[in-house]
Structures are given as structure tokens and as C-alpha cells.
């Protein structure tokens, strides 16, 4: 009985032992993890502050571009890549016509009907009117077709709200995604700043006539021009942390004031 006694108890503190041992690993491995986010949000907010002092830089010449070229910082003894990208250079999903988004969705592999009641869809996602367009979708077909939601029927709010609309695959959406956004409120988009994805959905736009077009851009003419309050950008930002390509896809507003230069209007982790 002594030796049963003494073999019980080696094990239960054996298993005591082991819990606090698992514990511990688990504590210390949720403190890795917290501090590898908090490091990763402090170098993406350096990269942000880094954007805008290029923007807002007074040499032409040293300014930043605005059309999505890749600039090199060290911040923090990390190797730092960022992005600038006038939102006024994209398509905004919230003011183009459905002869722009159809070119934009028969540019990356849809045919004409596809396209054309793919953005029909949108464009009544978007409407306020109840009435529907020949190949949209109001409340009744999208009850119909057994989705718990319905459409919003008013601007949409953020790009993501575009994978709820009726037809959007996830795979669609990766691919028109650099070409759009909420933020410029204009129905057209500046060319001299848009990107590829964007170019595209021009009439008769041609891979070979766009990239030459992309190539021909210089830094004059495509820096910020000052000021620049109430103007949008995208800033995008990638490093290694953990042996990991981390960063974020941030959007910045300008402002007037010098204590607050800018607003995050969307910011999400990579």
C-alpha cells in the first residue's frame, strides 16, 4: 500500500508538473504572438507617417509618386516597402457608369453577357430606386435565390461589401480589387496615376500600348501636387517579420491640419 501510495503521488505531481509546464509554453507563446502584432502595427504606422512626409515633401523632385511605385525605407533596423496610390487614379464603385465597369470586368476574362449582368447587379446594389434593371437583383431575387441578406440599396461601404453582391466569386474579386475603390467620388479616374488593373477598362485599351504608357511616367508628373486636403490615398506596405512577408492595405485621407495631417479610413493587416 506504501508503494501504491508513493507511485500516485509521483504521478499526480508528475501531471501537475506537466500542466504548469503547458501552461507556461502557452502564456509565453501568446505573448510572442502579441508582440509580433504590436511590432508589425508600430512598423506599418511608420511607414504611413514615412508616406505622408513624402507626399507633403516641398521639393518636386524629392516628393513622392502617387501611382503605385515601390519606395525602400529602414525603420527600426527592419527593410521597409511602401506604396503610394491615389485613390483618384482607381475606379470608384459608387460613381461609375455601367459602361466603365463592364469594361473593367470583360478585362480581366468575363464575356459581354456575364459582364453585363454582373454590373447590373452592382449597379443595383447601389440604387436607391426599388426598381430593378433587366438583369439586376433587388430584394425578391436575392430571397429568392436563398441569400439571409439583401442588398444594400445605397453607395457601398467598403470594397469587401462587393463580394456580396449576386455573381461576385472570391477569385473575381482579387482580380478587379486593385482597380477600384470607394474614395475618389468621381465617375471617371485620373489615367496619369491609375494603375494597370485600372488602364484596362479604358476603350480599346491595350496591354502593350499601357505598359508603354506606365513605362513613359515620371516623377514630375506624377507627385503629389500641393496642398492635398480631402485627397485620398492608398498606402501599401510590406516587410519580413518572423520570417514572414507582413505588412498592411491602409487608406489615408488628407487634411488641413498640421497637428493631424491625416485620417485611417480603412487599415488592414497582411
Known amino acids: 500500500m506504501v508503494m501504491v501510495s508513493v507511485i500516485w503521488g509521483v504521478a499526480l ?39 505622408v512626409l513624402g ?4 521639393r518636386p523632385e524629392a516628393r ?12 527600426d533596423g527592419t527593410r521597409i516597402t511602401t506604396r503610394v496610390q491615389d485613390e483618384l487614379g482607381r475606379i ?24 453585363s449582368i454582373l454590373v447590373d447587379r452592382i449597379l443595383d446594389w447601389r440604387d436607391t430606386s426599388p426598381l430593378k434593371r433587366l438583369n439586376g437583383a433587388k430584394d425578391r431575387e436575392y430571397r ?7 442588398p444594400r440599396s445605397g453607395a457601398f461601404q467598403s470594397l469587401d461589401e ?3 453582391v449576386m ?9 478587379v480589387e486593385p482597380a477600384l475603390t470607394i474614395y475618389s467620388g468621381r465617375p471617371a479616374f485620373d489615367a496619369t496615376v491609375a494603375p494597370r488593373e485600372a488602364l484596362l477598362a479604358l476603350p480599346n485599351a491595350g496591354s502593350t500600348s499601357i505598359d508603354s504608357q506606365i513605362a513613359s511616367r515620371t516623377g514630375e508628373t506624377v507627385a503629389s501636387p500641393l496642398p492635398l486636403p480631402g485627397r485620398a490615398f492608398a498606402v501599401t506596405t ?11 492595405d491602409a487608406v489615408i485621407r488628407m487634411t488641413d491640419n498640421p497637428a493631424k495631417p491625416f485620417w485611417i479610413l480603412s487599415w488592414k493587416l497582411r
Open 167 to 175: 455573381g461576385m466569386t472570391p477569385d473575381l474579386f482579387r482580380r
Open 238 to 248: 510590406r516587410f519580413q517579420q518572423s520570417e514572414k512577408t507582413v505588412g498592411h
Open 13 to 51: 505531481l508528475s501531471t501537475i508538473a506537466v500542466s504548469f509546464l503547458w501552461t507556461a509554453t502557452g502564456s509565453q507563446r501568446l505573448v510572442r504572438n502579441s508582440l509580433d502584432v504590436t511590432r508589425i502595427e508600430a512598423l506599418s504606422e511608420a511607414a504611413i507617417h514615412r508616406a
Open 64 to 75: 513622392w509618386r502617387r501611382d503605385g511605385v515601390p519606395y525602400e525605407f529602414s525603420f
Open 92 to 115: 470608384d464603385v459608387n460613381r461609375a457608369d455601367g459602361s466603365l465597369l463592364i469594361r473593367l470586368f470583360e478585362s480581366v476574362g468575363l464575356d459581354a453577357q456575364s459582364a
Open 144 to 150: 429568392d435565390a436563398g441569400y439571409f441578406y439583401r
Open 162 to 164: 462587393l463580394k456580396l
Open 55 to 58: 507626399l507633403l515633401d516641398t
